[in-house]
């Protein structure tokens, strides 16, 4: 049973920072590549960050490059979610989600390419 448990959300001003955490168990982690993706109210959910399964490659939304980072730490089984330089517009349920093929070379966007996915945690940015 592959289970994803987010934490790290919560309330922060415009231009703070957060560090979101995914914990994952019942699969093989560092086999998988890691997905953080986002869903606004009223708005589609979207991917935001990916990560290799060993950390070596990284992708970004155009929208969060250069404030966001993503890593992780296959010996705990967790990725994070660094956002530094917050907005409004980045309030959003955040989800962490995993790969549904194993070895996967590429970094995918979409989320048909994910499995399983975490219960999300609320980002609120206030301005």
């Known amino acids: 049973q592959v289970q994803l448990v987010e934490s790290g959300g919560g309330l922060v001003q415009a231009e703070g920072s957060l560090r979101l955490s995914c914990a994952a168990s019942?699969?093989?982690?560092?086999?998988?590549?890691m997905g953080w993706f986002r869903q606004a109210p009223g708005k589609e959910r979207e991917f935001v960050a990916g990560?290799?399964?060993?950390?070596?490659?990284?992708l970004y939304a155009d929208s969060v490059k250069g404030r966001f980072t993503i890593s992780r730490d296959n010996a705990k089984n967790t990725v994070y979610l660094q956002m530094d330089s917050l907005k409004p517009e980045d309030t959003a349920v955040y989800y962490c989600?995993?790969?549904?093929?194993?070895?996967?070379?590429?970094?995918?966007?979409?989320?048909?390419?994910?499995?399983?996915w975490g219960q999300g945690t609320q980002v609120t940015v206030s301005s």
């Open positions: 989600a995993v790969d549904a093929v194993r070895y996967r070379v590429f970094i995918l966007t979409r989320e048909s390419a994910y499995d399983y």
């Open positions: 019942g699969r093989t982690f560092s086999n998988y590549n």
């Open positions: 990560i290799s399964r060993t950390g070596d490659k990284t």
